[in-house]
């Protein structure tokens, strides 16, 4: 019934409207509608066809006024208040329509506030019939249909992706032993069939979603036939088409049939078009439209014929009427695209499964797990493979391509038409858009294998779907899904006002409590063992011996039956558990990966644009606008602190999250206070606060370290100049945080980024920044000490770091001179020497000394940076001659260097580079002296320098030779300074020992010869890893990747 009776209710009408009045619009009877019916609250009903029609007078009139176009408008021209009450209503039609297309504005991208108050109004069986009905102009049709897409399918539990985070999916789990996870609800290995239900993605809610009892049916139903009514809509739509030829002058018919592409291609993106009889029922109607060779110019009324282009290449160019042609060829590539992801998805679980069949002990290709192992010792030692694996990985793969489900899936299998011609021809148009789609598939098209080697080799593999905190993977998914919508929706149940209602407690703790899971998540420990036996080594003697067991069948064990463990020699450290960059105490990287994969980083990037002062702009009490603020905020910090442990020592994750520098930046420094109202209470205002601020300078930090890509690549000048204003606030800026980003900009982890460091240098002398200028000439003794000197100089080191002369030249040209540094180190020695004696007595004085000196941070980052200048800068000769050199020389670094080899293995690894740097001014001291001629001052400080004595530098270098476990860079330092000081002796000719008295091999000798083969971990996941290894390495796919090439 709805199809023919949508109705227009209002109680304020009026017969002679007019502006200014307090009735809204015009009532039915100045319209001179008839059939005009009563409601039970007294207000006039009307039918909407008979409101509507005069959007379209020459298709519609006839259906519903009995007259024909052509007379009716004869009769408004006699009658000049019917022609009066037909320009009324054409403007109340439009008026209306025109609030339908702003309601689908309103709740386009999921604006649940909008999206609560609308749904209220429209319901989904009304706005379904006002799509469908033939009487209903086609430009409001196209807005019913653009409502019911915002209003109903693009929201949440319905997700991209089929529901899944990405396709080709990246997360597989190798088998499911429970019986309580529903297969269907997560990626898993298993064999799949088109046949079969589930094989393709597509939507649903497992008993366990936090929806599935959810009494609004809208939200709770639990399968593919939810939008049925809308799939039948738009599949009836397109196959009435025809021949799918467009006419571009029928303006409004294509608005429409862009409309239902869109919504054609939203419901295959939501999973409601996810078996092989619906796609292909679909793309046979909806590739017409495609196919421009059939379009048309005009329609010509007298004749009732369509007129053609002329010359036909005239379609291709951009006119007033080609651009709603255009976004219906955009919308039908959208919708082949994503048959392009879910056949990719497909393929890949095919691939998978292959691989699974060869670990199979019971399998028919078991031999081939065997030949895996070959194949991948091969490549380790360098030698030819001549075994059947390529041969039969190659058919095995090919066949995904060329027979079966495979091909089923193919887009020209599926729609019966040759999609690339069609496709070229798309490439003729004058339209950006629809160029770059058709471009985008053809290049899909042809890459189908290449998509498919580069989807498997992103695959992160689980042994098995449980998992710590979340349990098992289907659950971690709906969890984060859910997140995704509660970030979303946070001004909805975060807010109480009169639009919103009252607030969600039990959403807020929900949101607190997912972030506890995923911070707990992401600093578990793996679930996989490591401490299991794994198949034995393999050499080149006995490789075969190793892999096969004496009765022939292989190694590897039934996963089944067996735990696991991996040998760090032969696992990518992105698969090893608890490995992460960032350290022992860090993120687990693994976790890390796994969440990348199940694509976490897009909810925590749509929670950056939570407004917390959101409730400041709506209508409330001043305390709920308060609880509000506050609750928000801890929703925006958990975020934030999750996404810091996202990022930290993952590279790809780095990459991902600083693509979002814009917001970050709008979240830097204190919190934000709201626009006050007028009426707000002065003394609530107090209640408001802007600290602690949140921790988004942190995830820009862990963004950029060790990240040298992004450190030379990435960073904005002007990114400098806004930690630079922040620093600025800081009570000290030496204690800050805010350093860290200055330091990792100039040296994020082994190359010195000159331009970061140049920034740098600006950023820290800047006048415009007293603060943190006063704070780095304070290590020189200009004014107040800071808090931290050590800081500032290991800072300062970093920007003349790996020789920046320029840098350096800009220091030397202020304040903080060479020879300002060198005063202020020897300066900080004597008060070290002072204070030992003090603390000390007479016969303990040299080892408290060098105690404290190893102790003293601001002494050891002095050292650091004067060796840096020293290492750069021209030396003036005179700097030789005076005392405080030589008392550097003879109180600073010769006790410091032996306090160093006192110490123990760990601390003398982690100080290598203090003594390095001790040991390079030590040098360059002796050696300009000796280069001035100043022999006096060498002999007077002889027995530091060279006496036979265990205090001296050189027996220091010595020493320091000896160690094996020292880097390679400290051990050149040492024969540097030991030539400089003694020319005769030669550290390489000298039998040089480890500190257990045993031969140290130095970098560059012969080590011993290491005979023991890979050790190969017999688990899946090590497995994936060389089935990888093949499938990269076989000529035959190889060469049909080659083949299958598209380039202009």
Known sequence: ?????????????????????????????????????????????????????????????????????????????????????????TQLARFFGGQISLFAKLCMGR??????????????????????????????????????????????????????????????????????VDLTTMPVIRDLSLSKPGSLLEFKIPPSHRLANDPDPMLSFNNGLKFFLLRKLTNDFVGNFGSGALVYSQKNLNLLAGSVTGLISSLLQFGFQSTHEKIKGLLSCLVLLLDGRVDFEGYDPDHGVPVPFEPPSARYELTSNSSTVTDIKSSVISVLMGVADLRASFRLAKLLHIFKSYLDPKGSDHAMGTQLLKHHHCLEIGEQYTGDLHEKLSRDFESLFIEGDGLALDLGKLSGRDIDTVLLDCLMYEDDKLFAAALALLDRTFGQRRTLIK????????????????????????????????????????????????????????????????????YAQSSRKRDIKVAGPLTRGNSTNQMLSNSGRRILPDPVETKYEVSDSTVNKNEVPGHSTAGDDGPNEQHQNILRALSLHSALIAGLNINYNISFEAISSPENKIKSRNNLLDCLRSNVDVLVDFVRGNSENQLIVFKQLPRLKKLLGKLSLPDWPKDFPEDLKGQVRQEPKLDADGVIIECLRNN?????????????????????????????????????????????????????????????????????????????????????????????????????????????????????????????????????????????????????EYAKALIYFVSLQLSVLVIDPKLYRRDIIWIILEMGLGPILRGYLSLDKGPQKQLQHMASAALTVARIIIRGAQEAGLRDRIEKHIDVIKED??????????????????????????????????????????????????????????????????TYASDPMSALGYFNQALNANPYIQSLLLKRCFAF
């Not at 017969?15 to 609250?41: C, H, N, Q, R, V």
């Not at 033939?134 to 992706?161: G, T």
């Not at 909805?492 to 919103?500: H, P, Q």
């Open 1 to 89: 019934p709805h199809a023919t009776r949508h109705t227009q209710r209002s109680r304020a009408q009026s017969y002679d409207w007019g502006p200014a009045m307090d009735e809204l619009f015009f009532s039915p009877g100045a319209l001179g509608m008839t059939g005009i019916l009563k409601g039970d609250d007294g207000s006039e009903i009307v039918r909407l066809e008979q409101l509507l029609w005069v959007l379209d007078g020459p298709l519609l009139c006839e259906a519903i006024t009995g007259v024909v176009w052509s007379k009716y408008v004869e009769i408004l021209e006699d009658d000049k208040s019917k022609e009066l009450a037909f320009q009324r209503q």
């Open 111 to 180: 604006s649940y506030n909008c999206i609560a108050w609308m749904e209220q109004a429209y319901p989904y069986s009304m706005l379904v019939s006002m799509c469908q009905s033939p009487y209903v102009p086609h430009i409001f049709r196209a807005a019913c249909c653009d409502l019911v897409k915002s209003l109903y399918l693009d929201r949440y539990p319905q997700l991209v992706n089929c529901g899944r985070p990405a396709l080709p999916e990246q997360l597989w789990v190798y088998e499911v032993v429970r019986k309580d």
């Open 455 to 522: 989807a498997i080799g992103q695959v992160i593999l689980l042994h098995q779907s449980s998992i710590p905190v979340f349990d098992n993977v289907a659950s971690m998914i709906a969890d984060l899904g859910y997140l995704m919508f509660l970030l979303r929706s946070s001004e909805v149940w975060g807010v109480s006002s009169k639009i919103s209602g009252d607030f969600d407690d039990e959403k807020y703790s929900q949101c607190l409590d997912c972030f506890d899971k995923l911070k707990t998540y992401l």
């Open 708 to 856: 040298e890509y992004l450190c030379a690549e990435k960073i904005p000048r002007s990114l400098f100049e806004i930690f630079g204003q922040l620093l600025e606030q800081e009570a000290d800026p030496s204690t800050s945080p805010l350093l860290q980003f200055f330091e990792i900009g100039c040296v994020p982890l082994e190359l010195a980024q000159y331009r970061n460091q140049q920034s740098t240098i600006e950023v820290l002398l800047s006048d415009r920044l007293p603060r943190v200028k006063a704070c780095v000439q304070s290590i020189v003794g200009i004014g107040e000490l800071c808090v931290a000197p050590e800081r500032i100089c290991q800072l300062l080191s970093k920007t003349i770091a790996q020789g920046n002369a320029t840098v350096a030249g800009v220091l030397q040209a202020g304040v903080i001179t060479m020879e300002a540094v060198l005063t202020t180190l020897s300066t900080r020695v004597v008060e070290v020497y002072k204070k030992a004696e003090m603390l000390s007595g007479e016969a303990s004085l040299v080892g408290a000394v060098r105690t404290m000196l190893l102790e003293d």
């Open 949 to 1014: 004595t265990e205090a001296s530098i050189l027996q220091s270098c010595e020493d320091i030779y000896k160690l094996d476990y020292l880097d390679e860079e400290i051990m050149q330092v040492a024969k540097k300074a030991a030539a400089t000081i003694s020319p005769e002796l030669s550290l390489d000719q000298a039998e040089i020992t480890n500190a257990d008295g045993n031969v140290a091999f130095r970098p560059g000798a012969s080590w011993p010869s290491d005979e023991r083969g890979p």
